[in-house]
């Protein structure tokens, strides 16, 4: 995301729940395999439980031994979308898309901000009606 925050915040890593559409997501610093481990174990394990499927883009952030040992510990498949295909994981595509819309739409002229916004823009996207289960993620 640029500009960068005040912060030095530069990336959103999220999590898109296949089946209700729910969206986690918070601002990274980098995306050091450690950030994203600690975002799995946080935001999505400790929340939610763990899940059954991990689906990721190939980015050196995901495919790496700290990840594969975290899904191995808690029997999670580690499975990753095709390679210059980012449609191939359209769910996270789209959720990214909507996520990033929303941010642009409420953030200040600076855009320096835009971490600050990102629990609005969550819950604009998780109290909106998703076609596909024709429902919002937060009834579901």
């Given amino acids: ?37 600690e975002f799995i174990n946080h935001h999505i394990i400790c929340r939610f439980g763990v899940p ?31 390679p210059y295909y980012p449609q191939a994981n359209g769910q996270a ?7 990033t819309k929303i941010l642009m739409k409420v953030v200040n002229d600076s855009g320096k901000n835009w971490p600050d916004h990102i629990p609005f823009a969550l819950w604009a996207y998780r109290t909106s009606i998703r076609t596909s289960t024709n429902a919002t993620p937060f009834s579901l």
Avoid: M
């Fill in 52 to 82: 059954h499927r991990l689906i990721t883009d190939n980015g050196k952030s995901f495919k790496n031994k700290l990840l594969q040992d975290l899904c191995d510990n808690f029997g999670i498949k580690l499975s990753f979308s095709s």
């Fill in 93 to 99: 595509e789209s959720s990214n898309k909507t996520l």
């Fill in 1 to 37: 995301i640029h500009p960068p925050s005040s912060q030095r915040h530069r990336w959103i890593i999220t999590a898109t729940e296949y089946y209700t559409k729910w969206v986690e997501a918070i601002p990274l610093i980098s995306t050091k395999k450690e950030k994203i481990v």
